[in-house]
């Protein structure tokens, strides 16, 4: 058996998330349902950096999975592309070592959030970018996310349907930048609980409008209630974008 650590980009516009789902189409099942044809019906797992919702897109999920097919790493990804829809694309593959888990070595994650600033909607990116057709008063905005940086209890920036207990993690960098009519967010944490980076974003984006102030985001924090937070942003603007690794 080898282990492969493969990159994959994926339009997560007419999937129902990363993960399988009874009755759903999936990312995940969709990839398996390849490796079950390449592998002549034996069924293979595969394993994920983490999930992502209906919507949310990928430029560079990591997963793994382990095969007895003794193909060169080079011929895996050309394989793969071949089963693939045009929503999902392998950009690379590796072999790596038997102990390496997608998910659990995982050291840091980038995500992106995209949002159109013009005042008209664009129906081509509809499914790729959140639309706010307002001004935004950036100095709030940056001044906003100085509060989110460090290692914090993030109970307020998470869904009310989140599992794990532990809601501490910590938020290496947020930054912005506008080019053209796109303003885009970049978030780079240790980890990120369910809908986390959405909610911050929809949080920010209150403060840009001017309907709540910055150093609300102080009480929000220590307040450790969803409720007091601002509302999720919509799924199509976030990009899964980078997994890190020690190697």
Same mark, same amino acid.
């Given at each position: ?86 929503? *999902?694309?392998? &950009? %690379?593959?590796?072999?790596?070592? #038997? ?5 659990? +070595?995982? =050291?840091?994650?980038? /995500? ?36 989110? *940086?460090?290692? &914090? %209890?993030?109970?307020?920036?998470? #869904? ?5 207990? +532990?809601? =501490?993690?910590?938020? /290496? ?75």
């Amino acid at each position: 058996m080898q282990r492969l650590k493969c990159i994959i980009s994926y339009d997560g516009s007419a999937f129902s998330g990363y993960q399988v789902q009874p009755n759903r189409r999936t990312v995940q099942a969709v990839i398996e349902d390849a490796l079950q044809k390449m592998h002549k019906g034996e069924f293979i797992r595969i394993h994920a950096s983490g999930r992502t919702d209906a919507g949310v897109h990928a430029i560079g999920q990591v997963i793994h999975f382990d095969s007895p097919l003794a193909i060169p790493a080079n011929r895996w990804k050309v394989a793969l592309n071949s089963l693939l829809p045009d929503e *999902i694309v392998v &950009k %690379d593959v590796q072999k790596t070592h #038997s102990d390496f888990h997608a998910r659990f +070595d995982v =050291i840091s994650k980038e /995500y992106q959030y995209k949002i159109l600033l013009k005042r008209d909607r664009d129906v081509f990116l509809r499914h790729y970018v959140h639309h706010v057709p307002h001004s935004l008063d950036y100095i709030a905005m940056k001044e906003a996310i100085k509060y989110f *940086i460090g290692t &914090k %209890d993030f109970s307020s920036f998470c #869904s009310a349907k989140t599992e794990i207990e +532990d809601k =501490i993690r910590t938020v /290496y960098e947020i930054e912005f930048f506008e080019e053209s009519d796109m303003l885009t967010f970049r978030f780079v944490g240790n980890g990120f609980l369910y809908n986390m980076v959405r909610i911050m974003v929809g949080t920010i984006l209150e403060v840009g409008l001017g309907y709540r102030s910055s150093k609300e985001i102080v009480t929000i924090l220590e307040m450790k209630d969803r409720t007091k937070a601002g509302k999720t942003a919509p799924s199509h603007g976030l990009y899964l974008w980078k997994v890190n690794y020690n190697n």
